[in-house]
């Protein structure tokens, strides 16, 4: 009995050094392989540390940019003229006022925030995938994207969380109020919810000729600028809150368009490769919600890619949550290639995190982490 107890402290004390000690990327990336590769009794506990460790290098996001916006909207939370343009979504003012109540220091929130995505993540996961979500989980920890915009984004990155945390859900009544939830927090959402909406009624449409016509359309005939510039402002005059997104979408900022040999959405050509194999070689596919949602968004993605702001806003539930997306198409549609791109997308993801901890060369470059020294930083 006292062998075991050593041994027990003795493990405990290995492990916390080891966090305290270590880059804490380093940790991460060696938790995220022991998940994906060891027994369902080991992959519990290590996601559970993982999701703490995840959360608080996260945390540790430069304050500039959006995040010094939001800094500022959470010191001035009770400040009527600093807090009206949020009005219409107004959830991050509830979060905030509550976390101001209680005295917290803004980087103490964004670790709050942090983890609640990945609580969030983590339910989806299992919801999705039972077990096996666990190693989907643990890749979604290291997908740079996830790590860049999660916090960055953060309105609209919640709106997404609480979108797919309702689709898992099973009470009709439930899933409702948690849509309504998603489009106070980003009005974004009211195009997933759409999504869902429509899903019943055009997926029985989709195919394999629809999937490889439709691509190649879009492959060498992407919507003009011009004509989505005119159909922006077209909806300007209806309100202040349409107004402020519609000139928010037409700012010019080349480096936000995205090319078909972005980094960034190199998973999402390969999922939907895997998709066209898989209705290629399967008739009468029945096409599920998720399945759905990602043909949709990466179909608009390509079709508005050299727009800026455009592709990214909407794109994001695949492009944040690509481990997600990879995983449940990849797990419910499986066939003899699903090896072969379950191993390409680990070891993808595996090697653009150790990229993006050493150049930040992934997604938004002006989202950085510890002014760049990411490399050795480690919690102690």
Known sequence: ??????????????????????????????????????????????????????????????????????????????????????NS?????????????????FRSVLFIQSLSFNLIMLFVSIKLLGNRGLNYFAILMIFPPYIQMGLYLYRQSLGVVIFLFAVCLQNNATKVSFFILSILSHSASLFYISLVLIKDKCSKYIDFKFLMLILLLLLFFPIKNEFITWLLSMLKGFSYE????????????????????????IPLHALYLYVLLYFFKNKNVK??????????????????????????RFGLI????GPIFFGGVLESYKNRNYIYFHSFFVFFVMVSFVRFVIINDVGNNNISFLNNNMFYFNML
């Open 89 to 105: 979504e107004p959830v991050i003012i509830y979060i905030f006022k509550l976390f101001n109540l209680i005295n917290l220091d």
């Open 1 to 86: 009995m006292n062998d075991k107890y050593y041994l027990t402290f003795a493990s405990i004390l290995f492990l916390s050094t080891y966090i305290l000690i270590v880059p804490l990327w380093i940790v991460n990336l060696s938790f995220v392989f022991i998940i994906v590769f060891s027994t369902n009794k080991i992959k519990v506990p290590v996601s559970i540390i993982l999701l703490f460790t995840a959360s608080y290098l996260n945390s540790t996001i430069d304050i500039n940019g959006d995040i010094g916006n939001y800094q500022y909207l959470y010191d001035n939370i009770f400040n009527n003229n600093v807090t009206y343009e949020f």
């Open 318 to 321: 695949v492009i944040m949550l």
């Open 287 to 312: 096409v599920n919600a998720f399945l759905f949602i990602f043909l949709m968004v990466y179909l608009f993605i390509l079709l508005t890619r050299n727009f800026s702001f455009l592709p990214t």
């Open 242 to 265: 349409i107004n402020r997104k519609v000139d928010f979408f037409l700012r010019d900022d080349i480096s936000s368009t995205f090319s078909l040999f972005s980094t960034i959405i």
